[in-house]
């Protein structure tokens, strides 16, 4: 007797009746579902934010190198995600405000010639994390564009790590995937905190250093005089060996500290439930939705619509949202509202 799910495939020949196989229903069998990719762009902190596609710029630039969730990357400017405790926003970006970063699989390497031979794991060079930003590129040459990126790592603010050398153009760009790189680190050394890579063995730098403390390192070979290390940022390179110092074991625990506190409202009056859409204007376009629990001060209302200020990281903005439905004359004409983006 056939399974749930699954059917019988049945031939009659000549008078005889044959089960020819048992096969999963397609109907039964469930699809998988590919994983959303998460986009993102990191602006300049010149760049430029609007809430509509033609509209005019917000009061504030970026001010600071941000990362930003994009929702759709095919327009004149991007559209982006601004998401708060109880709301999320849409934007727009200018494109001329947007660093080059480096895309999924791209490889740092220390010289034009390096980039013509073999890249292995021991192999001096760099395999950047996704949306890691160049602060200096050079218009593309043979395919190779020479640039300087920051590897410097966020919870180490007093650690700024950079490296020069050569990224393939086509392993660049300004709207990028995050992900993981899969590298393996297991440091057994520190190095000073003014330490330079080098490509080869007395060779030429390409990764330079600067910190008031000892960095850690794993050391992945020995040249003569020269030890072959890889550093936290996962750079790979050459160092003096009178530079390395060893250490018993791994001691550090990281200790982050990354709990946010939620914002509250002064003086809240509405509640709005998850899932409200926030308009520009009264009936006018989504800009956005009510993701969590909102509590917020209405600074306006008008018709059974209120009015929120939120202040974002391009300027405060000015949010409508539908907080009661008045009636309507039976030959009222009703207007459509615009398309709600989240829907």
Not at 10 to 30: E, Q
Not at 149 to 164: C, F, K, N, Q, T
Not at 233 to 248: F, K, L, T, Y
Request: glycine residues 10%; hydrophobic residues 40%; charged residues 20%.
């Amino acid at each position: 007797m056939a399974a749930a799910g699954q059917s019988v495939h049945v031939v009659a020949m000549a008078g005889i009746v044959l089960i020819a196989a048992l096969v999963p229903s397609r109907s039964a069998v469930a699809e998988p579902r590919p994983a959303a990719r998460v986009l993102w762009v990191q602006t300049r902190p010149e760049a430029r934010a609007s809430l509509t596609l033609d509209g005019p710029w917000l009061d504030r630039r970026a001010g600071a190198e941000l990362r930003l969730r994009v929702r759709d990357d095919r327009g004149a400017r991007i559209r982006f995600v601004e998401s708060f405790d109880d709301l999320e926003l849409l934007f727009y970006v200018e494109r001329d405000g947007l660093k080059t970063c480096t895309l999924p699989g791209a490889v740092l390497y220390p010289s034009e010639a390096a980039a013509a031979k073999h890249f292995g794991d021991l192999s001096p060079g760099v395999r950047p994390e996704p949306g890691t930003c160049s602060n200096d590129a050079a218009p593309a040459r043979r395919g190779l564009v020479k640039l300087k990126l920051d590897l410097s790592i966020p919870y180490a603010p007093g650690h700024r790590v950079e490296a020069r050398g050569y990224v393939p153009e086509k392993a660049l760009g300004q709207v990028f995937v995050e992900s993981d790189v899969t590298r393996s680190f297991s440091p057994d050394a520190t190095l000073p905190g003014n330490y330079r890579l080098l490509d080869a063995p007395a060779g030429a730098a390409f990764v330079f250093s600067a910190s008031s403390d000892r960095r850690e390192a794993q050391k992945l070979g020995h040249n003569g005089r020269y030890t072959l290390v890889r550093t936290e940022p996962g750079a790979v390179g050459w160092i003096a060996s009178s530079s390395v110092q060893d250490i018993p074991s791994d001691d550090s625990s990281g200790d982050p500290n990354g709990v946010e506190g939620g914002m509250e409202a002064p003086g809240a009056h509405i509640v709005l439930p998850v899932g409200t859409v926030l308009r520009e204007s009264v009936n006018g376009q989504p800009i956005g939705e009510v993701t969590g629990p909102f509590v917020r001060h209405a600074v306006r209302q008008d018709g059974g619509w209120s009015r929120f200020d939120v202040d974002t990281r391009f300027g405060t903005v000015a949010v409508w949202a539908q907080t009661s439905t008045p009636a309507m004359p039976a030959s009222a004409p009703t207007r459509p509202a615009p398309r709600n983006p989240w829907r």
